[in-house]
């Protein structure tokens, strides 16, 4: 069974720090590209980073300088570590896992809510 929790959402202050976590089990976690992505209210869920299984890496343009994304295959985690937050940053954040070759899969956690706000 594959699984994907995430943890560390919460409130913050605009300008505060946050790290997402994100544990995985039931699949071969160094084959797989991980990622973060968000939804907010109203809207479509985006892309916020991803990890690729050989080391690559992808933020969207509005995080860029912001957020870093890391993972530790040992441990079959990837975390989101956020900084300067802003309130649009506001969302539910889910954590992805994906590959397409060795058979492919796809796979979400829950998500885990942040809010941004004074």
């Known amino acids: 069974q594959v699984q994907l929790v995430e943890s560390g959402g919460g409130l913050v202050q605009p300008g505060g720090s946050l790290r997402l976590s994100c544990a995985a089990s039931g699949i071969i976690f160094r084959t797989y590209d991980m990622g973060w992505y968000r939804q907010a209210p109203g809207r479509q869920r985006e892309l916020v980073a991803i990890?690729?299984?050989?080391?690559?890496?992808t933020y969207a343009a509005s995080v860029k300088g912001r957020f870093t994304i890391s993972r530790d295959n040992a441990k079959a985690m990837v975390y989101l570590q956020m900084n300067s937050l802003k309130p649009e940053d506001t969302a539910v954040y889910y954590c992805?896992?994906?590959?397409?070759?060795?058979?492919?899969?796809?796979?979400w956690g829950q998500g885990t809510q942040v809010i941004v706000s004074s």
């Open positions: 992805n896992a994906k590959r397409l070759r060795l058979g492919s899969g796809d796979y």
């Open positions: 990890l690729t299984s050989d080391r690559s890496t």
